[in-house]
């Protein structure tokens, strides 16, 4: 095995190059995965279970579809997710869930200098959804991330 020398000089920028190039793909995203899983329960107005009705979950990156009560594994994204569950004998029950930003996304900023902000950003990593939503059928809520609960109502529309 032949041996490889260096010129007097050369060993540490190549280090810091190779070293730099190693730890890149790490600070790439401090906030995780795009994806994230939510679970879908719908309820009468009495608060009573209403099992087997058929949700659809949308937002700017896809729909999924589930059957109540399940969970699906979605994509985040700084848009609103529209839940839209539906069964027969009741009237439609709709959720608009407000996408809130984790709060890694500002080490993002920090650390990175906001590279991993902007990738981030464009995957959909630095956002996140409530991991448990009720849908209550023959009604419309808007729910906040502050809180996690129905900020406004108002009957759902035929």
Not at 73 to 92: A, E, F, P, V, Y
Request: glycine share 10%.
């Amino acid at each position: 095995m032949k041996a490889v020398t260096f010129e007097s000089g050369t060993t540490a920028p190549l280090l810091a190059t190779l070293a730099a190039a190693c730890l890149a793909p790490a600070c790439a995203s401090v906030t995780g995965t795009p994806l994230e899983s939510i679970t879908i329960q719908t309820r009468d107005r009495s608060g009573n279970e209403v099992t087997g009705a058929a949700c659809e979950l949308s937002n700017a990156k896809g729909k999924w579809l589930l059957t109540s009560p399940g969970s699906v594994t979605i994509t985040r994204s700084n848009d609103n997710m529209l839940i839209t569950c539906r069964k027969d004998g009741q009237d439609d029950g709709v959720v608009a869930l407000v996408s809130s930003t984790k709060g890694a996304m500002f080490g993002n900023i920090l650390l990175g200098g906001g590279i991993g902000a902007i990738i981030d950003h464009d995957s959909g990593a630095a956002y996140e959804y409530p991991q448990l939503v009720q849908v209550e059928m023959g009604a419309t809520h808007v729910i906040k991330p502050a809180d996690d609960r129905p900020a406004d109502s108002a009957p759902a529309a035929k």
